[in-house]
């Protein structure tokens, strides 16, 4: 089966620029979440969809940030307007069950420069 | 916020040398997992620890649940160069959401 699929792999934007990250997670996940990394720090959470439907988002820096997932298929992370420390990999997931042994599959990131 | 702290950071051996490398929390788990990281690549799934005390076994590499479940361990036999990578412990907090540990830099050289 395919994997979970991020483009662009990099992005160079200006500090106050707008991207759009987007995730294609795999066939049948009806969960899909966004994670970031970065530099120098761990792995973070930003959000979880279910379907179409935002479960947590808990971990969403500020307003800057807008995550989608029409029609609970892709999803898309918008970043407007973009600041210096925003910088970093942002990952996603997928999974197809939330038990307790649950495992995730990454996508291999795209990583995010502001200048 | 369940804190995953994970030791040593980097490490350093020769191709045939065994090494373990901790992650440790003062918080409790319902599970642990343990994930690889490869440059310009995401995060590979290893195992996923659920029973206190529980032992895992993937070829040369052995993952530990404590008792507690509050730290786990994994332990590699006969390290190759092709186990390089970052090693990243990670664990779910009250929701789905997973808090990850910094990582283990593990560099095997021939």
């Known amino acids: 089966e395919a994997g979970v699929t991020q483009f662009p792999s990099h992005s160079v934007i200006e500090k106050g620029q707008t991207v759009t990250l987007r995730c294609d997670p795999i066939?049948?996940?009806?969960?899909l979440y966004w994670y970031r990394r970065v530099m120098g720090k761990e792995i973070k959470f930003l959000l979880h969809?279910?379907?179409?439907?935002?479960?947590?988002e808990s971990g969403m820096p500020n307003n800057r940030f807008l995550a989608e997932r029409t029609g609970g298929t892709y999803s898309t992370l918008k970043v407007q307007p973009a600041e210096l420390e925003d910088s970093g990999v942002y990952f996603c997931?997928?999974?197809?069950?939330?038990?307790?042994?649950?495992?995730?599959?990454f996508g291999s990131g795209t990583r995010l420069t502001v200048v | 916020t369940q804190l995953l702290e994970q030791s040593p950071q980097f490490l350093s051996i020769q191709e045939g040398e065994n090494l373990t490398v901790y992650c440790n929390s003062s918080?409790?788990?319902?599970?642990l997992q343990w994930y690889r990281q490869e440059p310009g690549e995401g995060p590979v799934l290893l195992v996923t620890?659920?029973?206190?005390?529980e032992v895992k076994k993937l070829k040369r590499l052995t993952f530990q649940f404590g008792d507690a479940r509050k730290d786990s361990s994994l332990h590699i036999t006969a390290a190759q160069p092709g186990d390089t990578g970052l090693y990243l412990c990670?664990?779910?907090?009250?929701?789905?959401?997973?808090?990850f540990g910094k990582g283990t830099s593990l560099l095997v050289t021939p």
């Open positions: 997931a997928s999974s197809q069950s939330r038990g307790r042994s649950y495992g995730y599959t």
């Open positions: 066939s049948g996940h009806d969960n």
């Open positions: 969809f279910v379907k179409e439907s935002k479960q947590d």
């Open positions: 918080s409790v788990f319902s599970s």
């Open positions: 620890v659920v029973t206190g005390g």
């Open positions: 990670a664990g779910p907090n009250s929701g789905y959401a997973l808090n």
